[in-house]
């Protein structure tokens, strides 16, 4: 007997097996009458005992079998690895909407099982914009169960086609301050009968699909706001606030869509008696896009859309 090539055949025996479950068939002995096949792992235990094998040669099947073991799971996992949302497929609700749903009827939303990762612009903001950012941070944060963490400043103005990258480290959420000639993402003010009239803000996520499901998550976003409409509202969070744009345009990053309902922050217009406390509609639909909805999945596979 040749114990090496029998060593190398019984390599690929454990292989098979491991990724098989079957231990490959040994080749027919005419001679002999046909008998029913054993068990794979008896079949390899008997080819082992036969071999007589030595301490080292013991240790270097062992090592490898681990190794192949490895191998096995690291490919199924990734062969597995789809998006599999358990979040309530029912159709949005009266005071709420989303900016996307997959084809299953679920809303396109972020992993609430990880942390989203933001960055300010703040060189076109007023003074305290820092503490509102912060502040409409934590209101999102209260109604989801989403965790953001704050990575600090950044010169970036995002464009529509911001964090659309296919490949690599989803870049981080950016809130930034900037004027409708620095960036596509804000449409210049028209005059109108009452007078001038405009955007005072934008805001979206960035979604990964799977193009096999269509189904997506959301891995990045943005949000800009016009640093000359929004000098004119008053800070902080009361009616008609600059921390209720805020709070209006993130509603939007993290997947909600708008309302007429005027009780609530996500209706398109900024009404003068609204405060910045989220409405029954808001509170219903960030329920459905937060932690209660669980964990999701980044598809391997996928197409990059701006929303």
């Not at 690929?12 to 068939?25: D, M, N």
């Not at 597995?80 to 949005?92: E, G, Y």
């Not at 941070?137 to 965790?147: C, D, M, P, Y």
Request: proline share 10%; aromatic share 4%; charged share 15%.
């Amino acid at each position: 007997m040749d114990r090496q090539s029998d060593t190398g055949r019984l390599m690929e025996e454990i292989q098979t097996y491991l990724t098989t479950g079957r231990a490959s068939p040994p080749a027919p002995d005419p001679t002999r009458p046909r008998r029913r096949r054993p068990h794979p792992i008896r079949a390899i235990t008997r080819r082992i005992k036969r071999l007589r094998l030595t301490p080292r040669v013991w240790a270097v099947l062992i090592v490898a079998g681990l190794a192949a073991a490895l191998i096995v799971t690291r490919n199924h996992d990734v062969t597995t690895t789809s998006v599999i949302d358990h979040a309530s497929a029912a159709p949005a609700g009266p005071g709420y909407s989303f900016m996307r749903t997959n084809p299953g009827g679920t809303p396109t939303r972020w992993n609430p099982c990880q942390a989203i990762h933001y960055r300010t612009n703040l060189d076109e903001a007023p003074p305290g914009a820092a503490d509102e950012v912060a502040a409409a941070i934590r209101q999102i944060e209260a109604a989801t169960g989403l965790v953001f963490v704050d990575d600090g400043s950044t010169t970036v103005i995002p464009s529509t086609t911001y964090g659309q990258q296919a490949t690599g480290t989803p870049a981080p959420v950016v809130i930034a301050w900037a004027t409708p000639d620095q960036t596509d993402g804000l449409s210049a003010p028209v005059l109108l009968p009452g007078g001038l009239s405009g955007e005072l803000g934008r805001g979206g996520p960035v979604i990964r699909i799977d193009p096999l499901t269509g189904h997506g998550i959301a891995v990045s976003g943005s949000v800009v706001i016009d640093a000359t409409a929004a000098a004119r509202l008053p800070s902080g969070f009361g009616p008609g606030a600059l921390g209720v744009v805020l709070m209006h345009e993130l509603g939007h990053v993290v997947g909600l869509g708008q309302t007429p309902d005027p009780d609530d922050v996500m209706d398109p217009v900024l009404q003068p008696t609204k405060d910045g406390a989220w409405g029954p509609g808001d509170l219903a639909g960030l329920a459905r896009l937060g932690s209660a909805s669980g964990c999701l999945r980044v598809p391997t596979s996928r197409v990059v859309v701006g929303i």
